[in-house]
């Protein structure tokens, strides 16, 4: 947890972030990069709160 951590703020840090002059390649990877580690909060999250996956009443 703590090394996903590193990496989204990493990700998040002002100077990796894409800006106009990124090439669009560049600026993909980094969205789809941001995407991934979303999903994977996420799906860490759903896990230790598996209440929240059943059908409300």
Not at 12 to 40: E, Q
Request: aromatic residues 8%; glycine residues 2%.
């Amino acid at each position: 947890m703590r090394t996903l951590h590193e990496l989204a703020e990493r990700n998040l840090a002002a100077p990796v972030r894409p800006t106009p002059r990124t090439p669009h390649r560049a600026a993909h990877v980094y969205w789809h990069t941001l995407a991934t580690l979303t999903g994977t909060f996420r799906d860490l999250y759903m896990a230790h709160h598996p209440v929240l996956l059943e059908p409300s009443a």
